[in-house]
């Protein structure tokens, strides 16, 4: 059970490491691309939709899984496995958790309160804050995932 929680915990890194990814490679550049009006809509959309299920059970998962394999393998606490794995749990906590709640999510607040047609003037800026705290995210979250695959290739990662 421990094996798979681990496993759990490591594809719900890697999940979450490709989400924002694909965000940065691919969408912040598309909306600093567009005109402000296009872009304030498609981004005020983002944030609704993206409060769905699926993406929820991946970021929160993130949170929530790691720490049961914690506690399961409590006894194991001072080998590599487990270090590291504390170690990839606190990345996310860190460089994926606090970015979001701290800047990625006032600014959304502030966007969605927009309307499109009258932009705010410091529309650019802003978007340049978000997508630099995304691209934060981007990297906490592979490196979150990267732990995570390096202490599941540990001989007593299968036990």
């Not at 994926?96 to 709640?101: C, K, L, R």
């Amino acid at each position: 059970m421990t094996l798979a929680l681990h496993l759990l915990a490591t594809l719900l890194f890697g999940l979450a490491a490709g989400f924002f990814f694909a965000f940065a490679i691919d969408v912040a550049p598309a909306l600093a691309r567009s005109e402000p009006a296009a872009a304030i809509t498609v981004f005020q959309q983002i944030n609704i939709v993206v409060r769905n299920a699926w993406f929820g059970a991946v970021y929160f998962g993130a949170v929530v899984v790691p720490p049961l394999v914690l506690v399961l393998t409590w006894r194991d606490r001072r080998s590599p496995t487990w270090l590291i794995g504390l170690a990839a749990w606190l990345v996310y906590l860190g460089g994926v958790q606090a970015p979001t709640f701290m800047i990625n999510v006032p600014i959304n607040e502030v966007v969605a309160a927009w309307t499109p047609s009258a932009p705010a003037g410091d529309w650019r800026p802003l978007l340049e804050r978000w997508t630099s705290f995304n691209a934060l995210r981007t990297i906490a979250a592979t490196a979150a995932f990267a732990l995570s695959l390096a202490a599941l290739a540990l001989p007593a990662a299968r036990r």
